[in-house]
Protein backbone atom coordinates (compact mmCIF):
# COMPACT_ATOMS: atom_id res chain seq x y z
CA UNK A 1 0.00 0.00 0.00
CA UNK A 2 1.33 3.36 -1.02
CA UNK A 3 1.88 5.46 2.29
CA UNK A 4 0.90 8.66 0.95
CA UNK A 5 -2.52 7.57 -0.53
CA UNK A 6 -3.23 5.75 2.56
CA UNK A 7 -2.08 9.34 4.31
CA UNK A 8 -4.81 11.24 2.07
CA UNK A 9 -8.39 11.99 3.26
CA UNK A 10 -10.08 11.71 -0.76
CA UNK A 11 -8.05 9.20 -1.88
CA UNK A 12 -9.70 7.25 1.91
CA UNK A 13 -12.73 8.69 0.99
CA UNK A 14 -12.45 7.23 -2.76
CA UNK A 15 -11.63 3.90 -0.76
CA UNK A 16 -8.55 3.57 -2.85
CA UNK A 17 -5.94 0.61 -2.32
CA UNK A 18 -2.63 0.39 -3.77
CA UNK A 19 -0.09 -2.30 -4.78
CA UNK A 20 3.35 -1.75 -5.76
CA UNK A 21 5.82 -4.12 -8.25
CA UNK A 22 9.19 -2.62 -8.08
CA UNK A 23 8.89 0.90 -9.03
CA UNK A 24 5.32 0.58 -10.29
CA UNK A 25 2.23 1.47 -8.52
CA UNK A 26 -0.94 -0.19 -9.41
CA UNK A 27 -4.13 1.76 -8.04
CA UNK A 28 -7.63 0.21 -7.24
CA UNK A 29 -10.73 2.32 -6.64
CA UNK A 30 -13.09 -0.81 -5.59
CA UNK A 31 -16.59 -0.47 -6.78
CA UNK A 32 -18.75 1.27 -4.58
CA UNK A 33 -22.66 2.73 -4.93
CA UNK A 34 -21.65 6.40 -3.31
CA UNK A 35 -19.05 6.30 -6.95
CA UNK A 36 -22.35 6.14 -9.30
CA UNK A 37 -22.91 9.42 -11.48
CA UNK A 38 -25.33 7.80 -13.79
CA UNK A 39 -28.33 5.65 -11.75
CA UNK A 40 -29.98 5.05 -15.31
CA UNK A 41 -26.95 3.18 -17.28
CA UNK A 42 -25.57 2.80 -14.47
CA UNK A 43 -22.28 4.15 -14.51
CA UNK A 44 -19.54 5.90 -12.24
CA UNK A 45 -19.13 9.19 -12.06
CA UNK A 46 -16.46 10.74 -14.60
CA UNK A 47 -15.18 12.65 -11.60
CA UNK A 48 -14.30 9.64 -9.89
CA UNK A 49 -12.40 8.05 -12.24
CA UNK A 50 -10.59 11.43 -12.94
CA UNK A 51 -9.58 11.28 -9.38
CA UNK A 52 -8.54 8.24 -9.22
CA UNK A 53 -6.15 9.03 -12.44
CA UNK A 54 -5.03 12.19 -10.29
CA UNK A 55 -4.08 10.06 -7.10
CA UNK A 56 -2.35 7.78 -8.63
CA UNK A 57 -0.45 9.83 -10.95
CA UNK A 58 0.59 11.75 -7.28
CA UNK A 59 1.24 8.29 -5.82
CA UNK A 60 3.55 7.27 -8.38
CA UNK A 61 5.49 11.06 -8.81
CA UNK A 62 6.23 10.56 -5.28
CA UNK A 63 7.63 7.81 -5.16
CA UNK A 64 10.27 9.02 -7.69
CA UNK A 65 10.70 12.22 -5.84
CA UNK A 66 11.06 10.97 -2.03
CA UNK A 67 12.10 14.09 -0.50
CA UNK A 68 9.23 15.95 -1.85
CA UNK A 69 6.61 16.38 0.92
CA UNK A 70 4.09 16.35 -2.21
CA UNK A 71 3.94 16.79 -5.89
CA UNK A 72 1.30 19.46 -6.93
CA UNK A 73 -0.94 19.19 -9.85
CA UNK A 74 -0.48 22.32 -12.56
CA UNK A 75 -3.01 20.82 -15.11
CA UNK A 76 -4.34 17.62 -15.60
CA UNK A 77 -6.22 16.84 -18.89
CA UNK A 78 -8.38 13.49 -18.49
CA UNK A 79 -10.02 11.59 -22.00
CA UNK A 80 -13.20 9.41 -21.03
CA UNK A 81 -13.02 6.54 -23.49
CA UNK A 82 -15.60 4.40 -22.39
CA UNK A 83 -18.35 4.10 -19.66
CA UNK A 84 -17.07 3.24 -15.97
CA UNK A 85 -19.11 0.28 -15.30
CA UNK A 86 -20.50 -0.40 -12.11
CA UNK A 87 -17.23 -2.85 -10.98
CA UNK A 88 -13.68 -1.94 -9.31
CA UNK A 89 -11.02 0.62 -11.41
CA UNK A 90 -7.11 -0.03 -11.60
CA UNK A 91 -5.15 2.85 -12.60
CA UNK A 92 -1.50 2.68 -13.41
CA UNK A 93 0.85 5.86 -14.15
CA UNK A 94 3.90 6.36 -16.06
CA UNK A 95 6.44 9.64 -15.89
CA UNK A 96 7.40 10.49 -18.83
CA UNK A 97 9.52 13.43 -17.93
CA UNK A 98 10.88 13.34 -14.56
CA UNK A 99 12.37 17.06 -14.40
CA UNK A 100 13.95 19.28 -11.70
CA UNK A 101 10.78 21.46 -11.42
CA UNK A 102 8.18 20.08 -13.64
CA UNK A 103 6.88 16.33 -14.42
CA UNK A 104 5.03 15.01 -17.02
CA UNK A 105 3.06 12.11 -16.23
CA UNK A 106 0.66 10.03 -18.43
CA UNK A 107 -2.12 7.16 -16.69
CA UNK A 108 -4.66 5.08 -17.88
CA UNK A 109 -7.65 3.63 -15.75
CA UNK A 110 -9.09 0.26 -17.12
CA UNK A 111 -11.89 -2.68 -15.61
CA UNK A 112 -11.95 -5.75 -16.91
CA UNK A 113 -9.30 -5.49 -19.64
CA UNK A 114 -6.24 -3.28 -19.90
CA UNK A 115 -5.98 -3.32 -23.16
CA UNK A 116 -9.21 -1.44 -23.18
CA UNK A 117 -8.79 1.62 -20.82
CA UNK A 118 -11.90 3.69 -19.40
CA UNK A 119 -9.85 7.28 -18.92
CA UNK A 120 -6.54 8.44 -19.73
CA UNK A 121 -4.88 11.31 -18.66
CA UNK A 122 -1.77 13.95 -19.16
CA UNK A 123 -0.49 15.76 -16.15
CA UNK A 124 1.96 18.37 -15.24
CA UNK A 125 2.63 18.40 -11.58
CA UNK A 126 5.10 20.62 -9.91
CA UNK A 127 8.04 18.84 -7.89
CA UNK A 128 10.10 21.87 -6.66
CA UNK A 129 9.67 22.53 -3.29
CA UNK A 130 9.42 26.01 -2.98
CA UNK A 131 8.27 27.24 -6.50
CA UNK A 132 4.84 28.90 -7.49
CA UNK B 1 -32.66 31.53 -20.53
CA UNK B 2 -33.50 27.93 -19.60
CA UNK B 3 -37.31 27.04 -19.04
CA UNK B 4 -38.37 27.23 -15.66
CA UNK B 5 -39.12 23.28 -16.58
CA UNK B 6 -35.05 22.69 -16.99
CA UNK B 7 -34.87 25.46 -13.56
CA UNK B 8 -37.05 23.40 -11.16
CA UNK B 9 -34.61 20.32 -12.39
CA UNK B 10 -31.05 21.89 -11.48
CA UNK B 11 -31.15 21.06 -7.98
CA UNK B 12 -31.70 17.55 -8.09
CA UNK B 13 -28.90 17.45 -11.69
CA UNK B 14 -26.80 18.94 -9.04
CA UNK B 15 -27.27 16.59 -6.67
CA UNK B 16 -29.30 13.82 -7.46
CA UNK B 17 -26.90 11.08 -8.07
CA UNK B 18 -25.06 8.84 -5.57
CA UNK B 19 -21.45 10.08 -6.01
CA UNK B 20 -22.38 13.82 -5.77
CA UNK B 21 -24.72 13.21 -2.93
CA UNK B 22 -21.50 11.78 -1.31
CA UNK B 23 -19.45 14.89 -1.59
CA UNK B 24 -22.12 17.51 -0.91
CA UNK B 25 -22.61 18.99 -4.34
CA UNK B 26 -25.13 21.69 -4.24
CA UNK B 27 -26.80 23.60 -6.77
CA UNK B 28 -26.11 27.45 -5.83
CA UNK B 29 -27.61 29.76 -8.97
CA UNK B 30 -28.05 30.87 -12.62
CA UNK B 31 -27.75 33.38 -13.80
CA UNK B 32 -28.32 34.00 -17.69
CA UNK B 33 -26.27 30.96 -19.13
CA UNK B 34 -23.96 31.04 -15.70
CA UNK B 35 -24.50 28.13 -13.60
CA UNK B 36 -23.22 27.74 -10.43
CA UNK B 37 -22.73 24.54 -7.73
CA UNK B 38 -20.92 24.62 -4.11
CA UNK B 39 -19.46 21.41 -2.41
CA UNK B 40 -18.95 22.51 1.30
CA UNK B 41 -15.36 21.80 2.96
CA UNK B 42 -15.38 18.50 4.62
CA UNK B 43 -12.74 16.91 6.37
CA UNK B 44 -13.03 13.82 4.44
CA UNK B 45 -12.16 15.55 1.09
CA UNK B 46 -9.35 17.07 1.81
CA UNK B 47 -5.96 16.22 -0.79
CA UNK B 48 -3.22 17.47 1.75
CA UNK B 49 -4.05 16.77 5.42
CA UNK B 50 -1.29 19.11 6.45
CA UNK B 51 -3.03 22.32 5.06
CA UNK B 52 -6.76 21.31 4.99
CA UNK B 53 -6.75 22.02 1.25
CA UNK B 54 -9.59 20.18 -0.30
CA UNK B 55 -8.26 17.58 -3.11
CA UNK B 56 -7.26 18.78 -6.78
CA UNK B 57 -9.39 15.47 -7.28
CA UNK B 58 -12.68 16.81 -6.06
CA UNK B 59 -11.67 20.37 -7.91
CA UNK B 60 -12.15 18.03 -11.19
CA UNK B 61 -14.96 16.28 -10.14
CA UNK B 62 -16.91 19.97 -9.71
CA UNK B 63 -15.69 21.55 -12.76
CA UNK B 64 -16.92 17.95 -14.38
CA UNK B 65 -20.69 18.36 -12.88
CA UNK B 66 -20.90 21.69 -13.33
CA UNK B 67 -20.13 21.96 -17.09
CA UNK B 68 -22.65 18.97 -17.28
CA UNK B 69 -25.28 21.58 -15.82
CA UNK B 70 -23.99 24.34 -18.22
CA UNK B 71 -24.42 21.86 -21.17
CA UNK B 72 -28.23 21.32 -19.74
CA UNK B 73 -29.41 24.99 -19.81
CA UNK B 74 -27.52 25.60 -23.58
CA UNK B 75 -29.73 22.66 -24.98
CA UNK B 76 -32.74 23.63 -22.35
CA UNK B 77 -33.63 20.11 -21.83
CA UNK B 78 -32.19 17.04 -19.78
CA UNK B 79 -30.56 14.23 -22.21
CA UNK B 80 -27.66 12.01 -21.77
CA UNK B 81 -25.14 13.68 -21.87
CA UNK B 82 -20.87 12.15 -21.17
CA UNK B 83 -17.67 13.95 -20.96
CA UNK B 84 -15.42 13.60 -23.66
CA UNK B 85 -12.37 15.27 -22.48
CA UNK B 86 -11.81 17.75 -19.47
CA UNK B 87 -8.70 19.63 -18.92
CA UNK B 88 -7.96 21.57 -15.64
CA UNK B 89 -5.56 24.07 -15.03
CA UNK B 90 -4.57 24.71 -11.24
CA UNK B 91 -3.66 28.42 -10.73
CA UNK B 92 -3.75 28.36 -6.86
CA UNK B 93 -3.93 26.17 -3.84
CA UNK B 94 -7.46 26.45 -2.29
CA UNK B 95 -7.85 28.34 1.17
CA UNK B 96 -7.65 25.62 3.71
CA UNK B 97 -11.33 24.80 5.18
CA UNK B 98 -13.35 26.84 2.61
CA UNK B 99 -16.24 25.56 0.43
CA UNK B 100 -15.38 26.19 -3.04
CA UNK B 101 -18.09 27.59 -5.89
CA UNK B 102 -18.02 26.55 -9.33
CA UNK B 103 -19.60 28.48 -12.49
CA UNK B 104 -19.51 27.30 -15.70
CA UNK B 105 -21.02 28.62 -19.25
CA UNK B 106 -21.04 26.36 -22.34
CA UNK B 107 -20.52 28.64 -25.02
CA UNK B 108 -21.01 26.48 -28.46
CA UNK B 109 -23.14 23.70 -29.05
CA UNK B 110 -23.05 21.83 -31.95
CA UNK B 111 -24.85 19.14 -33.40
CA UNK B 112 -22.93 16.64 -31.36
CA UNK B 113 -20.57 18.38 -29.18
CA UNK B 114 -20.96 21.19 -26.67
CA UNK B 115 -18.22 23.04 -25.14
CA UNK B 116 -17.77 24.47 -22.05
CA UNK B 117 -15.21 26.49 -19.53
CA UNK B 118 -15.57 26.79 -15.54
CA UNK B 119 -13.97 27.79 -13.06
CA UNK B 120 -13.59 27.15 -9.02
CA UNK B 121 -13.25 30.30 -6.59
CA UNK B 122 -13.90 30.46 -2.91
CA UNK B 123 -15.60 34.29 -3.68
CA UNK B 124 -15.18 35.11 -7.42
CA UNK B 125 -14.49 33.69 -10.81
CA UNK B 126 -11.77 36.32 -11.28
CA UNK B 127 -9.71 34.91 -8.34
CA UNK B 128 -10.08 31.29 -9.24
CA UNK B 129 -8.41 28.36 -8.02
CA UNK B 130 -8.89 26.41 -10.94
CA UNK B 131 -10.30 26.85 -14.42
CA UNK B 132 -11.44 24.09 -17.01
CA UNK B 133 -11.99 23.63 -20.64
CA UNK B 134 -14.32 20.40 -21.27
CA UNK B 135 -15.96 19.01 -24.05
CA UNK B 136 -19.53 16.88 -23.94
CA UNK B 137 -20.75 14.81 -26.37
CA UNK B 138 -24.52 14.73 -26.98
CA UNK B 139 -25.23 11.11 -25.92
CA UNK B 140 -28.73 11.11 -26.86
CA UNK B 141 -27.84 12.06 -30.71
CA UNK B 142 -27.40 9.89 -33.52
CA UNK B 143 -23.27 10.82 -33.97
CA UNK B 144 -22.70 10.10 -30.38
CA UNK B 145 -19.13 8.31 -29.99
Not at chain 1, 70 to 91: K, M, S
Amino acid sequence: MSALLDRLPYARFLGLTSHQEGDVLTVTMPFADRLIGNPMLPALHGGATAALLELTAVAQVALSYPRLRLPRPINVTVAYLRTGRPVDVRARARISKAGRRVAHVLAEAWQDDEAQPIASLTAHFLVAEHDL
Amino acid sequence: MASSTLVSLLPQLASGAAHTHALGFAFDRLEGDRVRIRVPWREDLVGDPDTGVLAGGLVTALLDHVGGLAVWIALDRFEPIATLDLRVDYMRAAQPRRDLVAEARCYRLTHSIAFVRAWAFEDSPDDPVAAAQATYVLSGREAAK
